[in-house]
């Protein structure tokens, strides 16, 4: 396996989409009802990928306004499409804001902080876009736990290849756990930090419906994937689907937990 074709950067929205996208779409509904944000409020969305939470937004929040900011240029260009003028989309980083002090009222950043290298940077810049009494959250993927279609990949890609170990998002994100988004939101200064975890169901036709992700090359189950071989691809693949809990009508019905955190700026 060549590890250089290993890699957290997505620059393209489709292969996302059928990845993980979709499923981040059910987190978003959930995650802004707990939030319960009154209307009329100007929000921001830090790392807006493809779109998916800046539509939901604007669909149940009745905002004043909602601007995203992305780095990569391929998601802005899916997020334009998807979303049309409906929301102002900015390059840019979650370190690196291309906004003034205190010009929203909300920041939420969905599925981002852990590809953050410097996370208390980006908590503050958010924190400075907001102002004082600003609200601010964040959710990430349960990784090392109940994200369980990517945990029955790495499962089984670590028992059969344990050099593999060293690419698995559990471990190589400790930010994905309730404990440290916790600290990490206290130890940047904000107030009233809560934590809870979101979950939705992840329901696959067949194991083709939950496979065929994996072969978009994007993202690093993905790359580890077709970094194979065909042989060794085809054992992995046969390895996953003994495992998987498979029904009668061959679909496959797994969650996808993910770790929220909302708090508000010191005034």
């Known amino acids: 396996m ?5 890699s957290d950067t997505w620059e393209r929205g489709s292969p996302y989409e059928q990845y993980v996208g979709r499923w981040s779409r059910q987190v ?3 995650f802004l009802s707990w939030l319960s944000i009154p209307a009329g409020r100007k929000w921001l969305d830090v790392g807006c990928g493809t779109g998916a939470l800046c539509a939901a937004i604007v669909d149940r929040c009745a905002p004043a306004s909602v601007a995203g900011v992305e780095p990569s240029e391929g998601f802005l260009k899916t997020a334009r499409e998807n979303l049309a003028d409906r929301v102002a989309l900015h390059p840019g980083s979650a370190t690196a804001i291309p906004l003034g002090d205190a010009s929203v009222d909300v920041v939420v950043s969905g599925l981002v902080l852990n590809f953050v290298p410097d ?15 600003g609200a601010i959250a964040a959710y990430v993927w349960d990784y090392a736990g109940k994200m369980e279609l990517m945990r029955y990949f790495w499962d089984a890609a670590v028992e059969l290849d344990p050099g593999a170990a060293k690419l698995d998002e559990g471990p190589r994100f400790p930010l994905c756990r309730p404990e440290a988004l916790e600290k990490l939101f206290i130890d940047a200064g904000l107030n009233g930090v809560e ?6 169901p ?4 067949s194991f083709d419906d939950y496979w065929q992700p994996f072969l978009g090359g994007q993202g690093p189950a993905p790359a580890y994937a077709m970094s194979l071989d065909e042989t060794a691809r085809g054992v992995l693949r046969d390895r996953i689907r003994e495992q998987l809990p498979t029904a009668a009508d061959d679909s496959i019905s797994l969650v996808a937990r993910a770790w929220a955190a909302r708090a508000t700026v010191a005034k």
């Open 195 to 200: 934590v809870r975890s979101i979950d939705v």
């Open 28 to 30: 978003a509904p959930p």
């Open 119 to 133: 996370q208390r940077a980006a908590l503050s810049e958010m924190a400075r876009v907001s102002g004082k009494g």
């Open 202 to 205: 992840t329901r696959f036709a």
């Open 2 to 6: 060549d590890n250089k074709q290993v």
